[in-house]
């Protein structure tokens, strides 16, 4: 006898109990274990190919503010056995790029946890509390960039002997304000502070 649906979603559930952590991803002093795409995903997979069920995004919309990108994500997930009967899900998922790999991120968050929400899996991590660290931390760095930039340019600095000095002193090649890393922005920032008071 066949199952429906939720019947195999059922199934699911039952035989994927918990997923443990297995990454560790650093940002700035915040330290923490995580739980991958991957791992996801690959564990998720082989149960939904032994239930038949088949999950893919039918809609979505992407806004983007800053260097930070949201996807709002819905999916569709279809019981092969009975291809009429399927049901919609939906998520969201943020990215935090200062280049052009935004979107893919939002759209992997959102994935994840839409397999871990849809089929309530247990991963002893919180989430939000995660990803609202790391924004505000992006966030912070990018305000320090700019800070640099507009410090560069009110004292008048020729940027490129700036960044060869900051080179030397930190003993790595430094192309761009925007490759600094969040010690080397807070000493730039601090020795560019001292040149502009001088400089009244």
């Given amino acids: 006898m066949s199952k429906n ?9 039952k035989n994927i109990e918990y997923l443990s952590k297995d990454d560790a991803v650093a940002f700035g002093t915040t330290k923490y274990r995580a739980m991958s ?15 038949g069920l088949v999950v893919f995004p039918v809609e979505q919309t992407v806004e983007k503010d ?3 990108t949201t ?5 569709k997930m279809v019981n092969t056995e009975n291809p ?3 049901v919609i899900l ?3 998922g943020q990215g935090s790029d200062t280049q ?8 992997t968050y959102s994935f994840k946890y839409m397999l871990l929400r849809t089929f309530a899996i247990p991963t002893g991590e919180d989430p939000d509390k995660v990803a609202s660290e790391q924004i505000d931390y992006e966030e912070a760095l990018t305000k320090k960039k700019a800070d640099v930039k507009k410090l560069l340019e009110e004292t008048d600095s020729d940027t490129e002997e700036f960044l ?3 080179s030397k002193f930190f003993e790595r090649k430094i192309k761009s304000v925007d490759e600094m890393f969040e010690k080397e922005l807070d000493n730039a920032i601090r020795t560019l502070s001292k040149k502009k008071k001088e400089k009244k």
């Fill in 84 to 86: 009429e009967e399927f």
């Fill in 5 to 13: 649906i939720y019947q195999k979603i059922l199934e699911v559930m």
């Fill in 100 to 107: 052009d790999k935004g979107v893919g991120k939002a759209m």
């Fill in 71 to 75: 996807t709002n994500t819905t999916y």
């Fill in 66 to 68: 800053g260097h930070i």
């Fill in 90 to 92: 939906a998520s969201s």
């Fill in 37 to 51: 795409e991957e791992k996801v995903t690959m564990t998720v997979r082989k149960e939904l190919i032994k239930q």
């Fill in 164 to 166: 060869a000095t900051c």
